[in-house]
């Protein structure tokens, strides 16, 4: 699953890459201010928790852009953990599959540093948190705050409609063994209005 997930975030990452690469870099406003949109979202992300195989989001965030290309998101998503609960036994420690499935919400913020017609490239960052139906990691918290950051590009399908894509950073719970830190990619579909 690891090696799956990194050959997918490379992927992702060469694809905005290009796709922002090949517009041009001639700077230009996209997403002028008081302009909204709303972004169907999935994102899939590996982590460096051993007890945490691989973390699924979906769902989806709204957008209002304060000024040119800067923009505050209010994001929610449905979340899956994939972990393992470990536990002692007579001959020494076992391992037993327990997934926990939750939601999420998260405040963003969004700048499109690059921009033109037809492409963007951004970085955003923001905190929320996790409310689950079990422990995340096993041996955390059910409700846990949640800090994220990415970077990523997107391109211009139609005038209303754009492809989003990143390599994000989440960070769920406290840091240390009862918290996670997952990388991944995020993709969305960013509808205009």
């Given amino acids: 699953m ?14 905005c890459l290009i796709l922002a690469a090949s517009a041009g870099w001639v700077m230009a406003q996209n997403f002028t201010a008081g302009s909204f949109n709303f972004e169907p979202r999935f994102s899939a992300f590996g982590t460096t928790n051993p007890r945490v195989n691989s973390i699924m989001t979906y769902g989806g965030a709204f957008n209002y ?18 972990q393992n609960k470990r536990f002692e036994t007579p001959l020494g420690y076992g391992n037993k599959s327990s997934p926990a499935n939750g939601i ?3 405040f963003n913020v ?4 690059i921009a033109t017609t037809q492409a963007t490239m951004f970085a955003g960052a923001g905190v ?7 422990q995340v990691p096993y041996n955390g918290f059910e409700n846990n705050l949640t800090e994220n950051g990415e970077i ?8 209303q ?18 918290g996670i830190n ?3 990619g995020t993709l969305g579909l960013n509808v205009s209005f």
């Fill in 104 to 106: 999420g919400g998260n």
């Fill in 2 to 15: 690891d090696a799956l997930l990194r050959k997918m975030m490379l992927a992702l990452t060469a694809t």
């Fill in 128 to 134: 929320g948190g996790l409310w689950a139906d079990t």
């Fill in 65 to 82: 852009y304060v000024m040119d290309n800067l923009g505050i998101e209010a994001e929610g998503m449905g979340v899956y953990v994939d």
């Fill in 110 to 113: 969004r700048w499109h540093f």
């Fill in 152 to 159: 990523g590009a997107s391109y211009a399908l139609t005038q």
């Fill in 182 to 184: 997952a990388f991944g």
């Fill in 161 to 178: 409609l754009s492809l989003k894509g990143s390599v994000k950073y989440m960070h769920i719970g406290q840091f240390s063994n009862q």
